[in-house]
């Protein structure tokens, strides 16, 4: 991962000429150039080193001393997750946070171990797989201890089980998206969660942030997928019953599920797995305005007709990514004028996937078809559709560029129900957009919804805006807690699936109520009595 | 309800003459003969009431003198709930444990208000729904306290709003299954959720206990069928965000889904509705062995072509089934023929029913049987499959008709995965039935199929015995404790949708494990922190 942005160079395409002159007269400003060279990542002044020598000998014994690094590279390395804010401070050459040691573990013994050694000596413990969290997640904050470490648990990658005829494989947390999926894809299986992070991001950080990824629509959520888990906490173990279902009390899974590190690690978890697709088809359509369109996904959704992957991108969302992907083209001045024929020059963009048996894709998407028809959707074509599974995982590398170009941007989620959809969207939009505004950045602010559920869905916005030079970070708090206000006041939820984290932390206690955060800090003070686990996260301070 | 049995004498048929021969050749004992006349409800002691002068007073204020009742057929009523060994204490005209009033709340404020009296004078409180626990979960167990009452939550059975666009119905507790399918119906909706009990159970009740209907294989548990939940405890309300998907930490819904009223009261709900089913077609078929069958019904689910109703009965089920059953027309004769033919005489019996819009229905039944049929299934016909649906909730009827005439009879269920389907199956009857046998009083045990999912199944079994007289509970329990000891060994849960209530405590440890218990315990003493909610259900005593 580069140090100051997502992902690795090979995968990074620049800015064309044609996409900057368009965010430049979008946003009203000139983008600035990008930096001539970039230093090093031995440019980033990290905070002293704090780790005392009793534990640093404790931690030594617990996973062997090659195991515990405190080098720059380290520390920097999981200094930090990858939202807009965590870049600001990467790039600005300074963190007010970073571990002071990075701690690997090969098996649940040793973070066992590693967990007995922070709680007798002081340590605040951040369990760290890909750090590709969004929202403030994995800073190493010290809480009431005199240092903190990263648990990094990317030694621990083993299929523990796999059980192809019950379609469930039991992994440890540390394995990545695409190594997990190219070892369910030797035995003919796959997962199918793509979070936007999935090319760096694990199974235990999926779980403990209650991932949703961008097939969820059709596969399910994280929190659908997990059967069973395993969770060390200082306290010992909490392991749950590994079976299809039980009505035997609450369920100690939903509680690990979405813990985020503050009541212990996940050292296993047993997934549903299906049948690897044979089949894939990607598509675009139009449909007349983003109401029309939402109305008609709720129907798609409450008759079980709906994609796996669904995306219908607002009036604004549209736009821009039709001028980005704009080649100016014959085809293109065709496409436009049969939609304009259809009367939906000004339409909302669609797109849709289906991945299965080649029987199955067919009859969903035929069906798919015929209602969204039905409902005056106007086919595109798979081309945008392929584009846009191509691209799937990309959107991290065009923020780089933009911020390289002194641009803002960032996005946020919610979910509500298809009563509250129009209104949050409108208010949500509106709150974020005042915001720049009232900053003197006046932006531009798209969504689209991302998710469907029968009840409601989620909405996913990005905004971008010319940076605020100097205050930066100032600039985004402003629209974050409009945004949050916002989707607190409609009655939403603050995250869909990006998690809680330190930055969407303020509005938990209205999320959960008084009494629910009460709940969860018993819980959090009988596993973790020394609240050494992952300090500052989740659970506003009291 | 019947004191001494279940539902209403105008719903109960007797036993035919033909079924009664027919357990005593399977017994190898002659059934007794009913009980020439009963005794009324006066005829069964109660425990002295002893709820004192102070609380009384406070009930008095909290819900208003008229809503406090402590006559002897109101104790009597909420005094038990509907296990066979509940059954066999009213019959024996004592009992034990009895409320010490009957309180019945209005609304949320007046829950509260009685939590608070009770908490101050030293009172447990029993929530109570329809009262038709089957694993003791209502018995009013006074834990450390003076004095029991149960919360009748009955006047509480408001539908507080209903979305249709998003379907979803916001519900209190103590709406019963018909009633809240009347209301529901009206506006052209259904939940879909039909456990055996529900013409006597609650919403609250429901998911109070984490429990499944019989189409739950189709439309979902009703954990899944849980959108938000509000809960009443000593310490204050819990209220969990009216969405359709969070990531917002923790699932605290799931905490209080399946609490079984440890931590307090669930004062409302919001539900997943769906439009009422326009078409409906229940088939019986026949499969060559059970495990045959369990192999067909793991790739129709894992196919996504499951019915919405499911069960596979095993052979000994089967055989009582057709014998039950047995008009010995020319009819069946003919069908026994076409079985023989078809290498079938042996087979096993499966029910499947199918409900939704006419097409979906032709649509999913249709590439049901074309599966099933290629694994070796014979289609009977709808006969077997109506029968079955009108007879759905009679089962509880035939048990009182048994009891009467000296025959103990039960059930009980589990869950584990497609793997271990078959041992479970195996290791769970043989413990039932050596342990009857070791009382001497061999019996029959049969299971079937009840719920699919991908990764495992449902399963359900009946055992019938002649009773031990005079060590009928002694009898029940060695049953029951061999059943429990077996399914713990297997790796499956102790429950599948009875819940926990008294009877399963014991196997609590090994379901949640110690540490997970730890973590229960430190809930409830946040939210209950002088234990008056439900004494000694759920959570064995430390």
Redesign the interface.
């Known amino acids: 991962m580069r140090w100051w942005g997502w992902g690795e160079d090979h995968d990074a395409s620049p800015l064309s000429a044609r996409a900057q002159e368009l965010v430049g007269a979008m946003l009203g400003v000139e983008p600035s150039a990008p930096p001539a060279e970039r230093g090093g990542p031995e440019s980033v002044a990290l905070p002293a080193p704090a780790l005392d020598a009793p534990a640093r000998t404790a931690l030594d014994k617990a996973v062997g001393a090659e195991h515990v690094l405190d080098d720059h590279a380290a520390r920097l390395r999981c200094a930090a997750g990858r939202s807009y804010p965590d870049l600001v401070r990467l790039r600005s050459g300074a963190l007010d946070h970073a571990p002071d040691a990075v701690v690997r573990p090969a098996d649940e013994a040793q973070v066992a171990a590693v967990l007995a050694a922070c709680a007798q000596s002081g340590v605040a413990v951040v369990p760290f797989g890909g750090g590709t969290s969004v929202v403030g997640g994995v800073d190493a904050v010290r809480g009431a201890h005199h240092a903190a470490i990263a648990l990094d648990l990317t030694r621990m990658d083993r299929v523990l089980d796999l ?1 192809p ?4 494989a039991r992994v440890e947390p540390g394995l990545m998206g695409p190594e997990l999926e190219r070892r369910l894809g030797n035995a003919g299986l796959t997962l199918g969660h793509y979070p936007q992070s999935f090319e760096y991001s694990t199974v235990g950080g999926w779980v403990a ?4 990824g961008q097939a969820s629509t059709g596969v399910g ?1 994280i ?1 659908e997928l997990v ?1 069973a888990v395993r969770c060390q ?1 200082p ?26 590190g503050v ?1 212990g690690v996940i050292t296993a978890a047993t997934l ?1 797995v ?2 690897a697709p044979r089949a894939r088809r990607y598509e675009a359509w139009s449909v007349g305005t983003f109401a029309q369109g939402a109305e008609a996904m ?1 129907r798609l959704e ?1 008759a ?1 007709a709906h994609p796996d992957v669904c995306r219908l991108s607002d009036e604004a969302e549209t736009q821009l990514t039709a001028a980005m992907g704009s080649s100016g083209g014959r085809a293109e001045r065709l496409g436009r004028a049969y939609l304009r024929l259809r009367g939906q020059e000004e339409g909302c963009l669609l797109i849709a996937g289906f991945e299965g048996s080649d029987d ?1 894709v067919i009859r969903r998407r035929g069906r798919f078809a015929e209602m969204l028809r039905a409902a005056g959707g106007v086919f595109l074509g798979e081309r945008w559709g392929q584009a846009w599974r191509h691209g799937r995982f990309a959107a991290p590398y065009l923020r780089d560029e933009l911020m390289d170009r002194g641009v803002m941007v960032d996005t946020l989620e919610t ?5 509250a959809l129009g209104a949050t969207h409108d208010a949500v939009g509106a709150a974020i957009g005042q915001a720049l505004a009232d900053r003197g950045t006046p932006g531009l602010v798209m969504c689209h919804v991302s ?1 469907l ?6 909405l996913y916005f990005t905004f971008i805006a010319p940076q605020e030079r100097g205050a930066e970070l100032d600039q985004w708090r402003a629209a974050k807690t409009a945004a949050g206000d916002a989707i607190e006041a409609a ?10 984290g330190r930055d ?1 932390a303020p ?2 206690p209205t ?6 955060l ?6 959090k ?3 973790d009595p020394q609240a050494i686990m992952n300090p500052g996260k ?1 659970l506003p301070d009291a």
């Not at 942030?209 to 949703?212: D, E, F, G, K, Y």
């Not at 979910?415 to 009563?419: E, F, L, Q, R």
């Not at 559920?453 to 989620?458: I, L, N």
């Open positions: 059980d005829k019950s379609l469930t942030t209650r991932s949703a959520r929190d059967q906490t306290a010992g173990v909490l392991d749950t019953r590994d079976v299809p279902a039980s009505a035997a009390g609450p369920s100690l899974r939903e509680l690990v599920v979405g813990s985020e009541l549903h299906r049948d709720r409450q079980g199955d979910a509500c129900s298809w009563s998710h559920y029968s009840s409601g869905a989620s009655g939403a939820t603050i995250t869909h699936h990006h998690a809680v969407h509005w938990m999320e959960v109520g008084p009494l629910g009460e709940a969860l800090r018993a819980l003070t009988r596993l989740l």
